[in-house]
């Protein structure tokens, strides 16, 4: 049988279900009506769709090369690359550079400041991977080998005209005659040919020669 609720009050205690609570006594303050607890905030968001914490960055794209950057700082140093841009001048001699870091270390030809010394003999350096190629002088390291005949070099630039001389490969060519070179030095020491020009004298009778080579040979005259 079902009883509304002030229909228990007339029921005595003992005689009560479990789930029906006592009635209130006259005396008694009135209950506070219970505060409903809110949802928790992430469950609440979850129910709206909303994200419950924000999504990590995805990145800085290069709008050319699809290159991802994590600061758009340094994609606005790298969009130079594109664009060409040079904004640091050295005030020397003018040249422009994409970054102030690269002025920075030209500025060290006009200044004349090395301050990368070399530990074992005191040569000092203006850059630091010049240091760290010079410092295979005395290590012997020469971790740049040849794939066609295996020789090591100390210098991948080294590496790189050897492996003409298995390719052929000859990009330094002649104006004045067509004659290609491997190096470009070469080109230089033949372009006397054709312009006459003898950059060494001898030092005891003023002979001049085209290569260096030549004036060795001469000086042998003299001892």
């Keep these: 049988m079902f009883l509304a609720e002030g229909t228990w009050a007339l029921v005595a205690p ?14 008694d303050p009135p209950r506070p009506p219970p505060v409903p607890t809110p949802p928790a905030r992430d469950a609440a968001c979850h129910q709206r769709g909303v994200p419950t914490s924000p999504p990590a960055p995805e990145g800085h794209h290069c709008s050319d090369c699809g290159k991802t950057f ?9 969009r130079r690359v594109h664009t060409g841009e040079r904004p640091f001048a ?7 550079f994409s970054q102030s870091s690269a002025l920075g270390l030209h500025r060290r030809l006009h200044t004349g400041e090395r301050p990368h010394t070399c530990a074992d003999c005191g040569k000092a350096f203006a850059v630091p991977s010049h240091l760290a190629v010079h410092r295979r002088v005395h290590t012997g390291e020469r971790p740049f ?7 090591c070099f100390s210098q991948s630039s080294a590496l790189a005209l ?5 390719t052929g490969e000859r990009p330094h060519a002649c104006t004045e005659c067509g004659r290609a070179f ?10 006397r040919i054709h312009t006459g020009e003898k950059p060494f004298p001898c030092p005891h009778c003023g002979k001049r ?3 260096r080579s ?9 001892k």
Excluded: D, E, M
């Design 14 to 27: 003992g005689q009560r279900p479990p789930h029906v609570p006592p009635a209130p006594s006259p005396t």
């Design 70 to 78: 994590g600061a758009r700082s340094r994609l606005a140093v790298h």
């Design 90 to 96: 050295c005030t020397h001699c003018g040249k422009c």
């Design 145 to 151: 080998a040849c794939s066609h005949c295996g020789k």
């Design 162 to 166: 050897h492996r003409r001389g298995h």
């Design 182 to 191: 491997a190096v470009a030095s070469h080109l230089a020491a033949h372009r």
């Design 209 to 211: 020669f085209r290569q």
């Design 214 to 222: 030549g004036l060795v040979t001469h000086q042998r005259g003299h």
